[in-house]
């Protein structure tokens, strides 16, 4: 019995999707070794469960769908393909590993039917000069906590928007440590507020430059909580920014 648990708890290198599937179907961790390349085909899917743990050295072609519901993609290699989004969160990991976002709409979703807590860190999402991707990750109005923490986006002078979150009074996101390489577009986190939303609450922001605040109607406000630090462009649209007490005016008059 304990043979067994040491089998199924080892990790498996695969060549193949079939092989993949397996892996995660079988054991825990699954690996594409540097050199390899692993192609999810437009009708096929890949789903990385909770407790599962896909390591990606080589190349994952995502033309279909990779879905984390749970699990934890890492490794040194490269995610890439013409699907909308390569990775699709729902809850889980996502470390270490570069995703190409070239061919697609944006390089990671994290859906707003989310399961469970999600954290994107140290990621590199990169595009090529001709692409025309619209964004690196988008987070569309999640219900539990997900952190973005030292991602570098690598655009190559393309106006591609590195983080675009659609944010309410249920979310409980952070963004920091964030790096932009020839990132073309001013307001580079583009955060909508599509209820009233506390920073520092609803979202935070750490060591995170080139911040746009902006609202889906005039009933939508951004309410400032504690201590936060935002630098570079900073640009409101159609936006009541408020502070508690006490204010950066205060501060400065005490």
């Not at 994107?120 to 952190?147: F, L, P, R």
């Not at 159609?238 to 400065?252: A, H, I």
Request: charge should be negative; include cysteine.
């Amino acid at each position: 019995r304990q043979r067994q648990m040491c089998i199924r708890d080892s990790a498996t290198s695969v060549s193949t999707l079939d092989e993949l599937k397996a892996a995660l179907t079988d054991g825990n961790v699954a690996v594409i070794d540097s050199g390899k390349t692993i192609t999810i085909n437009d009708s096929d899917s890949l789903t990385v469960g909770a407790g599962k743990t896909l390591t990606v050295n080589g190349t994952l072609t995502v033309n279909g769908t990779l879905t984390v519901a749970g699990g934890e993609i890492n490794g040194t290699g490269t995610i890439n393909g013409n699907s909308h989004h390569p990775v699709v969160f729902y809850a889980g990991k996502l470390t270490a590993v570069t995703v190409d976002a070239s061919s697609a709409t944006g390089a990671v979703v994290v859906s707003t039917t989310n399961t469970g807590d999600i954290t994107i860190s140290n990621v590199v999402i990169n595009v090529n000069a001709n692409s025309s991707t619209d964004h690196g990750i988008y987070v569309n109005g999640v219900k539990n906590k997900v952190v973005i923490d030292r991602v570098v986006f690598d655009f190559n002078n393309t106006n591609c928007c590195p983080i675009n979150t659609d944010t309410n009074n249920e979310c409980d996101v952070s963004i920091s440590n964030i790096v932009y390489n020839n990132c073309a577009r001013e307001n580079k986190v583009l955060v909508n507020a599509t209820s009233e939303v506390d920073i520092g609450t609803d979202i935070s922001f750490s060591n995170v430059t080139d911040v746009c605040l902006w609202a889906s109607d005039e009933t939508s406000n951004f309410t400032v909580n504690g201590a936060t630090t935002i630098s570079g462009e900073f640009t409101l649209y159609n936006v009541c920014l408020l502070y508690t007490s006490p204010s950066p005016r205060d501060r400065s008059l005490s």
